[in-house]
């Protein structure tokens, strides 16, 4: 599997220590740094954002450090067709929230403090 280099949020980086293979400089409120498993981890750093709070569209493709639009947008679509994540219009936005079985995948690959 060929490492990819991808940008993670500091909070995020912090827990997923097994994915990542070298931390390159940190970019704001962002590592970037070499992974592996990518797909993996761009799928957690997905529900890791929306785990604290539903988020609309932009708030989540901002936070999430995916910079291919396209890329997001298939991994949204995973999360949803795959039960991870709730879609809920509100008004003119729409919300994205977590499932309970969201949380579930998003805590077997977090790191405990035990």
């Given at each position: 599997?060929k490492?990819?280099?991808?940008?993670?949020?500091?909070?995020?980086?912090?827990?997923?220590?097994?994915?990542?293979?070298?931390?390159?400089?940190?970019?704001?409120?962002?590592?970037?740094?070499r992974?592996?498993?990518?797909?993996?981890?761009?799928l957690?750093?997905l529900?890791?954002q929306?785990?604290?709070?539903?988020?609309?569209?932009?708030?989540?493709?901002?936070?999430?450090?995916?910079?291919?639009?396209?890329?997001?947008?298939?991994?949204?679509?995973?999360?949803?067709?795959?039960?991870?994540?709730?879609?809920?219009?509100?008004?003119?936005?729409?919300?994205?929230?977590?499932?309970?079985?969201?949380?579930?995948?998003?805590?077997?690959?977090l790191?405990k403090?035990?």
């Open positions: 599997m490492a990819r280099l991808t940008y993670i949020p500091l909070e995020v980086a912090d827990q997923l220590g097994s994915f990542i293979i070298q931390r390159d400089a940190q970019v704001m409120d962002a590592v970037k740094a992974a592996k498993d990518f797909s993996t981890l761009t957690i750093k529900l890791y929306v785990s604290c709070r539903p988020m609309t569209f932009t708030d989540l493709y901002m936070s999430s450090k995916i910079r291919m639009k396209r890329s997001f947008l298939n991994y949204l679509h995973l999360c949803i067709d795959y039960n991870f994540l709730n879609r809920e219009p509100f008004g003119d936005s729409v919300y994205y929230s977590i499932t309970e079985r969201g949380r579930v995948m998003l805590g077997l690959f790191q403090d035990n």
